[in-house]
């Protein structure tokens, strides 16, 4: 049993190994060098181990200082980001394996020198600051979107840095995000012959915006706010109202039914009536057919509200990007009746029914007022079916 245990954990170490060189073959050094020191920490290792975190990290590091000796070479500002994430991915990985130093393997010692990269790292922190700090301000005075928006995260960049070396930063900040930042104006228009109220595009207007809005778009509902410049304007027109005339419709129908009527007494051929085994007398029910006519009255009437979603933006010209056309129909509908006849004969349904009486219509602007929920539904899938269009 212990034979096998051993050849196990030899077959386990080997694979271990191999997995690490492998790392190291494809270049994913920091993940050799990763792989390699957890090994270490655990006290499971051999000599391999130790070789192969030192091919690792000598590996890294010379191919970050020529990163380094290149991109400073290039004399690129932008560059400068890439310098310290360089320098700082240098300094963690001595970190790291000063965690395991020194270590010994085949009679041979291994430590490195600690280099102090404070100042390398300083000067290209500082550096990759200015260079957003100027970057934005650059793009500041593009003046189109794109360019506040890129300014707003070149800022961003600027103040993590090196934030106390620019004092406006915060406000640089906010002027990008609000210069950036897209207002949409959702209003009504009403160019169909039908008169509303000032309520109705209020209610109307209540619309649910959520998964509109991010981070550079701003929905507004009506123009509450006149000094807002908006950017797009998206326009509910309500082009058409289609009112039906009040209708009444009428049907009759029977119903019948059969109920116990008294009784007859059963007789034998000589006119005797007949007994049963106990001696009781033999009864025949009796039954009767009940009669009664029901007159179904029927009202309706529908109102339809047909409306056209107008997205027109401003920027760079004032034009008209998309028409999607929306509508909405309420229908009143109402059952009352009455009978003629017997009403022993009505089933449960039928009495209910001649309870009712017949009522007034609605008028038809309550009627357009009931289209609003669903045209507000309409609405809503539009503009998230084609938020794509606002940025």
């Known amino acids: 049993m212990k034979r096998y245990l051993s050849i196990l954990i030899t077959v386990i170490f080997f694979s271990a190994c191999k997995s690490s060189e492998k790392l190291v073959n494809e270049g994913n050094y920091d993940k050799a060098i990763d792989k390699s020191i957890k090994t270490i920490l655990k006290g499971r290792y051999d000599a391999e181990d130790v070789l192969l975190l030192d091919k690792a990290y000598k590996l890294a590091n010379t191919r970050d200082l020529e990163r380094v000796k290149l991109l400073k070479a290039e004399a690129k500002p932008e560059n400068w980001e890439q310098i310290f994430f360089t320098y700082s991915a240098l300094d963690n990985r001595q970190k790291e394996v000063r965690k395991v130093l020194p270590l010994q393997a085949k009679g041979k010692t291994y430590d490195y020198n600690q280099v102090d990269y404070t100042n390398s790292i300083v000067e290209a922190k500082t550096n990759a600051a200015k260079y957003f700090y100027e970057n934005g301000s650059r793009l500041m005075e593009v003046g189109d979107k794109g360019s506040y928006r890129e300014a707003y995260h070149n800022f961003n960049k600027a103040k993590s840095y090196r934030a106390s070396d620019y004092p406006l930063i915060d406000q640089l900040i906010a002027d990008a995000r609000y210069f950036g930042t897209s207002r949409v104006l959702i209003d009504v228009a009403n160019t169909s012959p039908f008169r509303f109220p000032p309520e109705f595009y209020d209610d109307l207007l209540a619309i649910n915006t959520d998964g509109l809005n991010n981070m550079w778009v701003e929905y507004y509902l009506g123009r509450t706010d006149r000094d807002v410049e908006y950017d797009y ?159």
Do not use: W
């Open 233 to 391: 304007f998206v326009t509910i027109l309500l082009k058409n109202v289609v009112i039906t005339p009040e209708r009444y419709s009428q049907k009759e129908y029977n119903r019948e039914k059969e109920v116990p009527d008294g009784f007859s007494y059963a007789l034998d051929s000589r006119g005797n009536v007949r007994k049963d085994s106990l001696g009781n007398d033999i009864k025949i029910p009796k039954y009767k057919k009940l009669f009664c006519t029901v007159v179904e009255r029927h009202q309706t009437k529908s109102a339809t509200l047909e409306a056209q979603i107008e997205y027109l933006t401003m920027q760079p010209n004032r034009r008209v990007m998309k028409l999607v056309p929306v509508s909405a129909t309420s229908v009143f509908e109402h059952f009352s009746g009455r009978a003629r006849g017997d009403m022993e004969a009505l089933l449960p349904e039928d009495l209910k029914l001649i309870e009712r009486d017949a009522v007034a219509f609605p008028d038809d602007l309550s009627m357009l007022y009931d289209c609003i929920p669903t045209l507000q539904q309409a609405i809503s899938d539009a503009m998230r079916d084609n938020k794509n269009l606002i940025h």
